[in-house]
């Protein structure tokens, strides 16, 4: 293998740039040229490259975001798209593709992969960890260190006024985030799109625990919630059924997906890099690299994608004893 490009795809991640450094670096040592795609997929379809030495990932170890940009791209769904990208493969002579990514960019890389016959390997970054074939996915842990740090900071005004919070974590589809920042903030309630709780049983919980002596409560809610209201309407709809609580809602957003990596994300995202440009190297292709029982693991790219992941329920069990 002579030539290995790298992008990054769909929403960054903490963590996204100590993977493209981990993926350059390894290409320098095994003597690969680098070649870096700006804005993801829609990068390969334009042809917005740059070759990558070991300087010029310098320092980046540490910081958030990606320093390739990245995009979701509409065209690349099309095969006209793919065309192009292709074409621009070939054209610099690019003999694999390392997509660090959510499961969206797998599905793109994996049809192109199987259309052009090039050899891709998948690195999963995301901070939903809603991916199948690894424990963690590169910028779950930071964002779960934001997160909380944001709710531990709301629990301040919550208990000086014995407020009710909802606050909403990201999440599309997944309740990992919340579920974790919940047990670890110790919030009174959790709100995840797996377990949809009903609305008669969340007032229930919310009068027990009112009744219970606690001063504040804190209801961490998962934007991808399936309880039908979204956290401004369940603001509205606890304040109109128990008016002995006062209500506000606080929406993390954008915040959770930024900042440095948290040591855990640089080391996970530099041995997933590193093993990702080994594969290349050994002929593989469509596969995921994944950390599995702590150890670095792939999956085939076709089942990170249409795998169904799903929380621990262990977990869902320990929030609701400690919540008493
Ligand atoms: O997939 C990561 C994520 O941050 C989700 O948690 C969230 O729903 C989505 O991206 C937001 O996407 P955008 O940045 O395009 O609004």
């Known amino acids: 293998i002579k030539n290995i490009a790298v992008l990054t795809s769909g929403g ?64 690349f769904i099309t095969p006209e798209g793919r065309a192009k990208a292709y074409e621009n493969l070939k054209k610099h002579e690019i003999d694999g593709l390392i997509i660090i990514g959510g499961d969206g960019s797998f599905t793109g890389g994996l049809i192109f992969s199987k259309e052009f016959d090039i ?11 809603d991916i199948v074939g690894t424990s963690h996915t590169i910028g779950f842990d930071t964002a779960l260190n934001t997160a909380i740090d944001a709710i531990d900071k709301i629990r301040d005004t919550a208990t000086s006024h014995k407020r009710l919070f909802f606050v909403e974590v990201m999440g599309r ?70 008016p002995e609580y006062d209500v506000r809602v606080s929406v993390l957003g954008h915040m959770q997906r930024g900042g440095a990596p948290s040591c855990f994300d640089r080391v996970l995202a530099s041995r997933l890099g590193v093993k990702a440009v080994e594969l290349l190297m050994l002929g593989k292709s469509q596969l995921m690299v994944g950390l599995i029982n702590d150890q670095v693991d792939t999956t085939p790219l076709e089942k990170a994608i249409k795998g169904e992941t799903s929380v621990d329920e262990e977990l869902i069990r320990i929030s609701d004893i400690l919540s008493i």
């Open 12 to 75: 960054d991640a903490p963590g996204m740039n100590a993977a493209i450094r981990a993926v350059v670096r390894s290409c320098a040592f095994y003597e690969i040229n680098c070649i870096g795609v700006f804005r993801g997929l829609q990068g390969l379809i334009e042809g917005d490259f740059k070759v990558l030495g070991p300087r010029d990932v310098k320092y980046i170890v540490s910081k958030g975001g990606t320093i390739l940009k990245s995009a979701r791209s509409k065209e």
């Open 119 to 129: 050899p891709v390997i998948g690195i999963p970054g995301t901070i939903d960890n």
């Open 173 to 242: 589809d997944a309740g990992h985030i919340a579920l974790n920042t919940g047990i670890g903030a110790g919030a009174e309630e959790i709100l995840i799109p797996e377990e949809n709780i009903g609305l008669p049983k969340l007032l229930e919980k919310l009068k027990r625990s009112k009744a219970s002596g606690k001063s504040s409560c804190i209801v961490v809610v998962s934007e991808g919630g399936k309880i039908g209201k979204n956290v401004f309407e369940l603001s509205e709809y606890v304040e109109e059924n128990l």
